[in-house]
């Protein structure tokens, strides 16, 4: 069980949640998370959202809930974002009484996929479940929040701090992203010639940014490369690469470039770093192009099977970045008897 002290913010949020939906419920400011639930306690009744029943309920409260010290979440911490999901998860699925949330599942999955993957977790959102999964196994969301918090307790302090404990300058987790990229077919000759670093060939895929030719990579086998991704682990069946702005694309699972949404890998200019990714990934290319898909290796459903991953055409490009913060998160989430001004403020 892990007992945590909100932020202003998220009490402010909270409160007026418990208001809306009409509960006798006198919270005292902490979050409960024990499986996956997530617990409200009040003096005398609290509140709780069950996520293996997807039902916000209220109890009476137990009294092992408030003998344990609760740990302060900071202001700016990830958690905030995680619990301001609540809002949305529940209310999409109907349990929050008296608000209506608009956007659709695919959305809402985009956006939970960015906040948990921050955290190396990927999930899955759906009308009839929210799932998490670290390296392939289902966990709780007890699990989830513990890794966050274990997450932020490591974070350097610092970009030296930051250097000296990973090497690195730049973080290799790709994010999503909606880009247009406009094809024009070129020469077998005019591609093979047009090859930078090892098995980068030219292809006819303009760069979104700068509009100049990018270079692919193709892998097949046992050699494909797995990448992070805000959304999990992902085996690339091919890899596009921009030299001039140093940003990496490659098509989301079952999906190709046309499809537009993309995961990117921005290096910010810097071509020594862009170049030493682009050798590594290279080494495992391939010069034949292959029609395999990228492909998850994180996600499993409960049958054993690899999941696959809609098609999210259209999503605001903002829910790709899973730093941004969530100020407004309640747009879209409309209260069918009351006002929720100011729900949000925080959030």
């Known amino acids: 069980m892990i007992v945590l002290k909100s932020t202003a913010e998220l009490h402010l949020v909270f409160n007026k949640l418990i208001k809306t939906l009409s509960v006798p419920v006198e919270w005292n400011g902490n979050f409960v998370i024990s499986g996956n639930f997530l617990i409200l306690p009040g003096k005398e009744r609290s509140v709780i959202f069950n996520y293996d029943t997807r039902r916000v309920t209220t109890n009476l409260s137990d009294d092992k809930l408030s003998r344990k010290v609760p740990e302060p979440i900071k202001e700016g911490s990830g958690l905030i974002n995680i619990f301001n999901l609540v809002l949305y998860a529940f209310g999409k699925w109907g349990a929050l009484k008296g608000i209506t949330v608009e956007k659709d599942y695919k959305k809402i999955n985009t956006l939970v996929g960015a906040v948990f993957g921050a955290y190396g977790v990927s999930a899955d959102?759906?009308?009839?479940?929210?799932?998490?999964?670290?390296?392939?196994?289902?966990?709780?969301?007890?699990?989830?929040?513990?890794?966050a918090i274990e997450s932020e307790h490591r974070q350097p302090e610092s970009e030296e701090d930051i250097e000296e404990e990973t090497g690195l300058w730049h973080s290799t987790t790709w994010k999503l992203d909606n880009q247009s990229f406009i094809f024009e077919k070129?020469?077998?000759?005019?591609?093979?010639?047009?090859?930078?670093?090892?098995?980068?060939?030219?292809?006819?895929?303009?760069?979104?940014?700068?509009?100049?030719?990018?270079?692919?990579?193709?892998?097949?086998?046992?050699?494909?490369?797995?990448?992070?991704?805000?959304?999990?682990?992902?085996?690339?069946?091919?890899?596009?690469?921009?030299?001039?702005?140093?940003?990496?694309?490659?098509?989301?699972?079952?999906?190709?470039?046309?499809?537009?949404?993309?995961?990117?890998?921005?290096?910010?200019?810097?071509?020594?770093?862009?170049?030493?990714?682009?050798?590594m990934l290279g080494r495992l290319g391939t010069r034949e192009v292959n029609g395999d898909f990228n492909k998850y290796v994180d996600r499993v459903n409960d049958e054993g099977r690899t999941t696959t991953r809609q098609s999210l055409n259209g999503i605001d490009k903002g829910i790709s970045d899973e730093w941004r913060s969530l100020n407004g998160i309640d747009k879209g989430i409309s209260d069918e008897r009351r006002s929720l001004n100011g729900i949000d403020k925080g959030i």
């Open 186 to 279: 070129l020469p077998m000759a005019q591609r093979r010639k047009g090859r930078i670093g090892h098995n980068f060939y030219k292809v006819g895929y303009a760069c979104p940014h700068c509009g100049e030719k990018l270079y692919m990579a193709s892998f097949s086998g046992r050699e494909k490369p797995v990448i992070d991704t805000v959304e999990g682990r992902v085996q690339l069946a091919r890899a596009f690469f921009c030299p001039s702005c140093v940003i990496f694309y490659t098509p989301l699972p079952e999906a190709g470039l046309e499809d537009e949404e993309v995961y990117y890998l921005d290096f910010d200019g810097d071509k020594t770093a862009g170049n030493d990714y682009m050798e």
């Open 125 to 147: 959102y759906t009308e009839q479940h929210c799932f998490w999964y670290k390296d392939g196994t289902r966990i709780t969301y007890e699990d989830v929040i513990q890794l």
